[in-house]
Antibody, heavy 116, light 109 residues
Framework: QVQLMQSGAEVTKPGASIRVSCRAS????????LYWVRQAPGQGLEWMGR????????TYAQRFQGRVSMTRDTSISTAYMDLSGLRSDDTAVYYC?????????WGQGTRVTVSS | FTLTQPHSVSESPGKTVTISCTRD????????VQWSQQRPGGSPTTVIY?????PSGVADRFSGSIDSSSNSASLTISGLRTEDEADYYC?????????FGGGTKLTVL
């Protein structure tokens, strides 16, 4: 079955950077786009961008342009999301997801807390 | 474009509830609409995809539809159970991007 296993929770300071990983199993990693979505406390879902695991091509939401980078290591079926210049309002749960025939599968989420 | 959902709905067990998702510009049938369920503390899971299809394992109490006249999508849950209490999000596409509705909190009381 499709599984997306994310890295553990992180606590970090304003101005720092984080890397969240997402290891895929149960399907062909390079066959489907990989998406990143975040959810601030008590808020809705916010799309951050997508990665083509085959080519490495990316599309980012405009509000994250310049701060986000999505990459992958196909040898270990793992995608990464780097976010820099962290602010307190980046505190959120970050999800990776993939989609097959428009049916989305989600990771368990990674809680990131930005606090001084 | 934006997708607008009611902030909250509530209904009694055994009843039927419908959650709407209205697109403000462009046609709702331009791209597929998906619906996700998110229980407290959990990750989203898909309950409807391609407007009206149910993933394997999702109860047939869940159904989805599109209404071009109102430019909206709907998620209908029949025979409500307490386990259906969750947040529900509609999602569609704007070219290469995902667009989410603001989410609807369903209370089953």
């Amino acid at each position: 079955q499709v599984q997306l296993m994310q890295s553990g929770a992180e606590v970090t300071k304003p101005g720092a950077s984080i890397r969240v990983s997402c290891r895929a199993s149960g399907y062909t990693f390079t066959g489907f786009f990989l998406y990143w979505v975040r959810q601030a406390p008590g808020q809705g879902l916010e799309w951050m961008g997508r990665l083509n695991p085959t080519s490495g091509d990316t599309t980012y939401a405009q509000r994250f342009q310049g701060r986000v980078s999505m990459t992958r290591d196909t040898s270990i079926s793992t995608a990464y999301m780097d976010l820099s210049g962290l602010r307190s309002d980046d505190t959120a749960v970050y999800y990776c997801a993939t989609e097959m025939d428009y049916n989305a599968y989600w990771g368990q989420g990674t809680r990131v807390t930005v606090s001084s | 474009f934006t997708l607008t959902q009611p902030h909250s709905v509530s209904e009694s067990p055994g009843k039927t509830v419908t959650i709407s998702c209205t697109r403000d510009s462009g046609n709702i049938d331009s791209y597929y609409v998906q619906w996700s369920q998110q229980r407290p503390g959990g990750s989203p899971t898909t309950v409807i995809y391609q407007d009206s299809l149910r993933p394997s394992g999702v109860a047939d109490r869940f159904s989805g539809s599109i209404d071009s006249s109102s430019n909206s999508a709907s998620l209908t849950i029949s025979g409500l159970r307490t386990e259906d209490e969750a947040d529900y999000y509609c999602q569609s596409y704007d070219s290469n991007t995902w667009v989410f509705g603001g989410g609807t909190k369903l209370t089953v009381l």
